[in-house]
């Protein structure tokens, strides 16, 4: 299997910034705005978005962390049982705006998803979605309202996230074929 960076830590710095402005203007600032990442790889995502979001506005945003595994279409054909980690959100959703954030949105499967489990927590008052990349193969209605780099894509490619935070080798966005 062969991996092209489309991505670099720079091009994800900048991409979040951007995602972070695009959020504040279109709701008029950040007063009502939640972040929710979706684990694994929304979550720092969205620290980083709150972080910025603090930077230049001033105000914290308050960031939660999803746990979608139990909300899983393909939970039974998983193999081997995926693990369940935890679901911290330490705010009541209700009247808010909730953005949800992940890295990579493909067949919309992963939102739908977050959403359900969202809906256990309060009746939001608006829902949003961000992800580092889009690359298309919907195969439900679900779109993204923040987006830091379409990348069209075959069905047998993948895109792959790295994050600092998480894997422990820097930043980047690769496609493997």
Same mark, same amino acid.
């Given at each position: 299997m062969s991996e092209k960076q489309i991505l670099s830590a720079d091009d994800i710095r900048r991409a979040v910034t951007r995602i972070a402005h695009e959020i504040a203007e279109r709701n008029e600032g950040v007063h009502n705005i939640?972040?929710?990442?979706? @684990?694994?790889?929304?979550?720092?995502? &969205?620290?980083r978005i709150a972080s910025t979001m603090a930077d230049f506005e001033g105000t914290k945003v308050p960031v939660g962390v999803l746990d979608i595994t139990l909300y899983r279409d393909d939970?039974?054909?998983r193999n081997p049982a995926p693990i369940v980690r935890s679901t911290d959100i330490p705010f009541d959703v209700s009247s808010r705006t909730v953005v949800l954030i992940d890295d990579v949105l493909y067949t919309g499967r992963t939102i739908r998803a977050a959403l359900d489990a969202l809906s256990?927590?309060? @009746?939001?008052?608006?829902?949003?979605? &961000?992800v580092l990349v889009d690359r298309g193969h919907r195969e439900l209605p679900i779109r993204a309202d923040f987006?830091?780099?379409n990348v069209p894509t075959s069905r047998d490619e993948q895109i792959e996230t790295r994050l600092q935070e998480i894997d422990d080798d820097g930043d980047g966005v690769y496609i493997l074929r």
């Open positions: 939640v972040l929710v990442g979706i @684990r694994r790889r929304g979550v720092p995502l &969205a620290h939970l039974a054909l256990d927590f309060g @009746r939001p008052e608006r829902i949003q979605c &961000a987006v830091g780099k």
